[in-house]
């Protein structure tokens, strides 16, 4: 499995980004795919996921209402939308994939770094 993330940027607090994770390598449709960030000198946490047979998603307390996590099953691609980005959301994201209803995710993908300034 290859998870290939891009879309990380330099963005003003209030505003937007989207992440692109593009999946290769088997076929997703017993995965969830998602994404998890480190902050600089933080443990790394979950922020999104998505089921990939039916589209369920779950995103993490701090990012639910300003986050919305998408796919694209006909490109294999997973989409992270970051609205109303605080400073706070600054860290390495990181695209991930595992079977679904594990909350395991065995698969990582190489981060993609999103600043927010004040």
């Known amino acids: 499995v290859q998870l290939q993330a891009s879309g990380g940027g330099l963005v003003q607090a209030g505003g937007s980004l989207r992440l692109s994770c593009a999946a290769s390598g088997r076929t997703f449709s017993t995965y969830a795919l998602g994404w998890f960030r480190q902050a600089p000198g933080k443990e790394r946490e979950f922020v999104s996921s998505?089921?990939?047979?039916?589209?369920?998603?779950s995103h993490a307390d701090s990012v639910k209402g300003r986050f919305t996590i998408s796919r694209d099953s006909a490109k294999n691609t997973v989409y992270l939308q970051m609205n109303s980005l605080k400073p706070e959301d600054t860290a390495v994201y990181y695209c991930?994939?595992?079977?679904?209803?594990?909350?395991?995710?065995?698969?990582w993908g190489q981060g993609t770094l999103v600043t927010v300034s004040s």
């Open positions: 991930v994939a595992g079977l679904s209803g594990t909350g395991k995710y065995d698969y």
């Open positions: 998505i089921r990939w047979s039916d589209g369920r998603t």
